[in-house]
Structures are given as structure tokens and as C-alpha cells.
């Protein structure tokens, strides 16, 4: 199933399906590519940031930025 | 010649080049800490040699100010030798900047710093290989315990400039 | 040759297909806490312990040595040895400079009595750095220190990131945010990991205006701890308030945050060492020339009658629209040296304490100290003129509104 990386669910992990066009360069630098396998660790209230393990590292982005990459989960 | 550090944010450049240098340049454990540049001096075989610690760079399109420094100093230094910092728990992220380095015609060192880091967390990186599809000097290190360093300064003078494509033909692609 | 962004990944990812192997491993305590100090629910009341507990054992400590020695020293023994020792007295202009401006008693001059009233370069000008502000200063540091190597700060932006949002920045700028409570300097400086000129310019503003240095907080733990707390208040709503309309009338958007969560480390002891240090030594070369330079200038400006003559100029602006003693002139002018010199230079005017609540705000964010003045400066030549409109015009108002709320509570 796929959806949004900020949609996704609490220690919920998935595949890297889709990142809009204009972010993809961006998003690279902190490791999150199509193809990358990530885990959600914590969405911050109030469209606060999310945070994601990708590759062991932990790292975290806007929510505007998390509406724009697609993530394949399992199930 | 000069020897310049660079990798991105947070993976102890500044670390690095207070081990090298003697200085004592602010060390934090959050991206963003050096955000100027500073020189410093090491011994090479009995000469002085010219070491610049930069902010960390995610790539060479500067995103920030810092950034821009980073980068900066790189252009201005097309003499310099350059020892690419790369946090071991995240070489792939850490190869964008050195490819982009070695693209530009560089001399390049790889540290592959935050050993132990890597080691806890199971990661497990084949140097040798790396070395050999690289064509660059590879060297574990360790900048808060020392370890590897000796190893790093020997190397340096063993950087050298290598061709993409012939590292694009190694890893069995084409350019 | 230079590969394109899409063919330098697709050789990464075959580089890193032939070299590196991510092993199954177990998740370490320091990652169990890495997450709960992340999480919303968890996160948000430990970092208010965290706030809370650097707030209290900087109180505590911080009178620690002042109080209970180096006033001693500073009062008891330095003071009245030189008042001695120097050649001249009261009467003498350089006496003045140097010891003790004295104060009027019953219509006589008498030598002081306090290191906090003496006002001359070898008292109050070795007291103030030495015997106040660097103890302060020093535990304020060593708890900094160690906050930044535990790696912190990046979960704390995390977490405070939709609100700085509202104020046009995003949780990154807690960074300079929090560095700016050590010395504006280098948080000035720290601006520079913001993306975009706005960012930038409103947070090299607020730095500039609303956010006291560590020798300012050390100095006011030490002479007026008790109104410590409403001071920060106003401060922290300045800096909210003043973000938030800016925002609103500076164009350009904010960018989302984007950064990495390094994973927790002990602090080593020989780094914590080390950054206090440079940062002490920072201080007591920079600091101190500033705060004797200060003393001295506010001395001659005494004693040419400058400052009775500003006093008198500005003073209907001070009794009227701030509500503050018109003496308080003296202290503005010693902020532009050194904000922990006029804090000190204040708690010697006799006024109300909703008085000194005013001035003392005032006197942080009228103007950035001149170290700090010179940063923006050099950090972008335009961004220092807008923050001074920004400044002139937040002090008027803002001052004015403090004065306004102790007029309605009916304590002005
Ligand atoms: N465990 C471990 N920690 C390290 C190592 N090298 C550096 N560190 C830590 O990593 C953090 C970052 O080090 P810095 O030297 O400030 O990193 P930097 O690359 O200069 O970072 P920026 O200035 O932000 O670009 C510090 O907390 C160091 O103590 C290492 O080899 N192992
Ligand atoms: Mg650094």
C-alpha cells in the first residue's frame, strides 16, 4: 500500500517509492532516496516535523516536505 | 601544500584538525558547528604544511551560508590536497560529496571517520574494496581517540586525482 | 568529466552495494532515550526538565562564589585597601576615574561603600567581570558544553520547530537561539545555518534584541534575583511577539527543516574542558577591556557633566513614557559597552521594583553590545540597519507597554 510518508503510522517502516521532483536533491543529503527502506519514529503535533530512521541514521524533516515523498508500506 | 578538510556536517572534521594542528577549535555534537573557516599548521615530513577546517557540506551546491563557505574554500584551493571526512554509519550519503570532489579533479584521502560508532551499530564496510573501486586512499579512523590518524597523515601524501569514469568502469557501469 | 545527480547515486549505490553491510544488531539504551527525548509525549516534558534543571543549578551556583567570597574579598578588603592606598580622594577627578566616585549622604560626599557603587576602573571595573559575571559565566558554560556534546540540541529543535515556525525560522534556529544565551558573538555568526536572508536577518534581530548574554544573566542573578524571572518573561515575549509580526511584514518564506539527529554520546570530559575555557578566555579578553573602557567612559561623562545633561535631555521621555528614574541614562550609555556593566550601574539608582523590571528589560534590548553590533555588521551591512529600525522601534513600543502594564496593575 502506498502513502505518504507523513501519513504513515508510528514504528511504521516502508520503501521509498516516490519523492517530488524539486526535492529530490535535497532529501538525498539526509539519506532518504527512492528505493530507501525507513521507519517512522515520531510525528511532532501542530504539523510539527517528522522523524526517520533511514539506514540506521536518524534524521527528520518538515511536514511539507514528508506530504511530498510516497512511501510503500508492508501489508 | 595545503590540506583541506572537508565532509558534511557533524562527522568531526573539526575533530580532525585539532588532532592534526593542536588547536582548539569548537567541537559540538550537532550539525552546523563550524560555520567559518580556520587555519592551521601540521608537520609533513618536516615541513609545515597548511590545514583549513570548513563547515560541513551535504554537496557542492551550498544550501546556506555555512555551506557556502565550505565550498568557497574549496574553489579558492585548487592546490589543496583534500582529505574527505566520511561518517561511517553513513557512506553512502558521505560518497555524494567525495565523488563530487574527485569529479572536480581533486587529490583525495578518505577518512572513514565514527569507526567505532559503526562497529556498534554492526555496520560492516570493506575497505579494501572501497580502496580499490575508489582508487583513493581509505583509512578507518577514529578522530576523539586518535586512532588511525598516523595512518590518515601518512596517506597523504598518497592522494591522489583519479579519473570517474575509470570508477564507473570498475563497479562494472558506464558512464 | 562531472556525472549527473541521478548517475553519481546510481554509481553510489553500486560502490555501496559491493562494500557496505548493515548488520542485524540490537537497539542500544542511548537509542531508547535518543526516542523518548524525540517524542511528543515524552519529549516536551523532559526538555522542559532539561530547561528547568540548567535554569536552577545556574541560579544556585552562580551566587555560590560571588556571594560567598568574592564579595567579601571584592568589598571588605579590595575596596577600602585602594580607597587607601590610591593617592588623591574624592575630590581628585582621576581618584574618580580610577577608585571611587562617592555618593551624596546628608548632603556630603562619602566614599563608597559596595564595589557595585564605587564605579571606578579598579573597583567596580575588576569587581563586575571578576567577581560577579565570571563565576556566573563559568557554570552557565560548563552546563552548555555539555548539552551540546550530549547531542541535545538537534532533538530540541525538533521539538520546538512549529512553534519557531510562527515567528518566520524554523527549530533550527534554537541553535544560535540558545548559543546567544552564552555570548551573542558567535550566535550572531551561528546564523549563517539558517537557509534563507530572512531567516537570517529575524534571527540576527531578535539575538540582537532580545536575548540576554551570560553576563548579563550572571549579573542579574547576583544583584536582582528576584525579578529575574519576570525579566526573562518579557524577554521571551519580546522575541515571540516581535518574530511574529515580523514575519507578517517581511517578505520571503520559510524553507522546512531538515536535519540529522546524531545519535546521544557522553560528553567528553577534555572537550567540555576545553570549550569552557576558550570561551572563558574569550570573555576575559574581550569582556574585560570593555567593562574597565566602560567604567571609564561613563566616569568622564559624569564628571563633564555630559550625562546630567543627557539625563536632562532624554529625561521626560524616561519619567514619561518608560516610567523610569531619568539617572538611568547612565546605564544606556554603558550598554553600548557592556550590558552586565550597566545592570550593575542600575542596581545602584534607587527606584520601585517595577522600576528596575523596565530598565533592566530596557538596557537588554535598547542595543546590542558593541561585540555584538559589530558581528551583524560584518555578518550583512543591511540586515544591521533593519535591525536597528526594528530596535529603535521595539524599545519605544515595548518599554512604553511595560510601563502601560504596571500603569493598569496600579504599581507604576
Ligand atoms: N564516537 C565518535 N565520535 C566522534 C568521532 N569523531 C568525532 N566525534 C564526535 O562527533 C561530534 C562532531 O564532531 P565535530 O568535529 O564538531 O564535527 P564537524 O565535522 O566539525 O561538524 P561541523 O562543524 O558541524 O560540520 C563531536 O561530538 C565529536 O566528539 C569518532 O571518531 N567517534
Ligand atoms: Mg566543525
Known amino acids: 500500500m502506498n502513502k505518504k510518508l507523513s501519513e504513515m503510522k508510528y514504528g511504521e517502516e516502508g520503501i521509498v517509492k516516490n519523492i517530488e521532483e524539486d526535492l529530490r536533491i535535497k532529501v538525498s543529503g539526509i539519506g532518504i532516496r527512492i528505493g530507501k527502506k525507513l521507519k517512522m519514529v515520531t510525528k511532532q503535533p501542530i504539523k510539527g516535523p517528522v522523524v526517520v530512521v533511514v539506514d540506521k541514521s536518524t534524521t527528520s524533516l518538515g511536514l511539507g516536505v514528508a506530504d511530498k515523498i510516497i512511501v510503500e508500506v508492508k501489508k | 601544500m595545503k590540506v583541506l578538510l572537508m565532509g558534511h556536517p557533524n562527522v568531526g572534521k573539526s575533530v580532525l584538525f585539532n588532532r592534526l594542528t593542536g588547536t582548539n577549535v569548537t567541537v559540538s555534537n550537532y550539525p552546523g558547528t563550524t560555520v567559518d573557516y580556520t ?33 568557497k574554500m574549496l574553489k579558492e584551493n585548487r592546490d589543496a590536497v583534500v582529505v574527505c571526512i566520511i561518517d561511517s554509519t553513513k557512506v553512502e550519503r558521505g560518497l555524494y560529496l567525495t565523488l563530487q570532489i574527485i569529479e572536480e579533479g581533486y587529490p583525495v584521502v578518505i577518512s572513514s571517520n565514527m569507526w567505532d560508532v559503526a562497529k556498534d551499530k554492526n555496520i560492516q564496510i570493506d575497505v579494501e574494496k572501497l580502496e580499490q573501486i575508489l582508487g583513493v586512499p581509505v583509512v578507518p579512523t577514529i578522530a576523539i581517540s586518535g586512532e588511525g590518524i598516523k595512518e590518515l597523515v601518512s596517506k597523504i601524501k598518497k592522494a591522489k586525482s583519479v579519473e570517474i569514469e575509470t570508477i564507473v568502469k570498475k563497479v562494472g557501469g558506464e558512464t | 568529466m562531472e556525472l549527473t545527480v541521478d548517475k553519481r547515486w546510481d554509481l553510489i549505490d553500486k560502490i555501496s552495494k559491493q562494500t557496505v553491510k548493515f548488520k542485524k544488531y540490537k537497539s542500544t539504551l542511548k537509542e531508547v532515550i535518543g526516542e523518548l527525548t524525540v517524542k511528543p509525549l515524552t519529549g516536551i516534558p523532559i526538555a522542559i526538565a532539561v530547561l528547568y534543571g540548567f535554569w536552577s543549578v545556574f541560579s544556585s551556583f552562580a551566587g555560590f562564589f560571588t556571594d560567598g567570597f568574592l564579595v567579601k574579598l571584592f568589598d571588605e578588603h579590595w575596596l577600602p585597601w585602594i580607597q587607601g592606598a590610591f593617592p588623591g580622594g574624592l575630590h581628585n577627578w582621576f581618584y574618580n576615574l580610577m577608585v571611587d566616585v562617592g555618593h551624596i549622604q546628608n548632603g556630603a560626599l562619602v566614599p563608597s561603600n559596595s564595589c557595585f557603587e564605587s564605579f571606578g576602573a579598579l573597583t567596580s571595573g575588576l569587581f563586575v567581570p571578576f567577581g560577579v559575571v565570571l563565576p556566573a559565566i563559568f557554570i552557565f558554560y560548563l552546563m552548555m558544553a555539555v548539552l551540546e556534546d550530549v547531542g541535545y540540541l538537534p532533538r530540541l529543535a525538533v521539538l520546538v520547530d512549529t512553534v519557531l515556525h510562527k515567528i518566520g525560522l524554523h527549530g533550527y534556529a534554537i541553535v544560535p537561539t540558545i548559543l546567544g544565551f552564552g555570548c551573542n558573538v558567535p550566535a550572531v555568526t551561528a546564523t549563517r545555518i539558517l537557509e534563507t536572508r530572512k531567516q537570517r536577518f529575524l534571527m540576527m534581530t531578535l539575538l540582537g534584541i532580545f536575548i540576554p548574554c551570560g553576563a548579563q544573566l550572571g549579573i542579574m542573578q547576583e544583584v536582582i534575583p528576584e525579578y529575574m524571572g519576570l525579566i526573562i518573561l518579557y524577554l521571551l515575549f519580546g522575541y515571540f511577539v516581535t518574530g511574529f509580526i515580523l514575519n507578517k511584514v517581511f517578505p520571503g518564506k520559510t524553507p522546512e527543516i531538515l536535519i540529522d539527529v546524531p545519535p546521544y554520546q557522553k560528553p567528553l570530559t577534555r572537550n567540555v574542558m576545553t570549550k569552557v575555557w576558550v570561551r572563558l578566555s574569550g570573555f576575559l579578553k574581550i569582556a574585560v577591556p570593555f567593562v574597565i573602557l566602560g567604567c571609564l567612559i561613563v566616569g568622564v561623562m559624569y564628571l563633564t557633566g555630559t550625562m546630567d545633561w543627557l539625563a536632562n535631555l532624554f529625561g521626560p521621555i524616561f519619567t514619561h513614557w518608560f516610567g523610569v528614574p531619568k539617572e538611568t541614562v547612565g546605564p544606556l550609555v554603558a550598554a553600548f559597552m557592556r550590558k552586565d556593566l550597566a545592570v550593575a550601574q542600575l542596581s545602584a539608582i534607587e527606584m520601585t521594583k517595577y522600576q528596575m523590571v523596565t530598565s533592566v528589560v530596557l538596557v537588554s534590548i535598547y542595543f546590542p553590545c558593541l561585540a555584538t553590533f559589530a558581528m551583524i555588521l560584518k555578518e550583512g551591512g543591511k540586515e544591521l540597519l533593519g535591525a536597528l529600525a526594528v530596535l529603535v522601534a521595539s524599545t519605544f513600543i515595548y518599554g512604553g507597554l511595560i510601563h502601560l502594564i504596571w500603569i493598569l496593575l496600579g504599581v507604576a
Open chain 2, 39 to 71: 587555519k592551521g599548521y601540521m608537520r609533513l615530513e618536516n615541513k609545515e604544511v597548511e590545514v583549513i577546517d570548513v563547515p560541513g557540506t551535504f554537496s557542492l551546491e551550498p544550501k546556506d551560508k555555512a555551506e557556502e563557505v565550505a565550498v
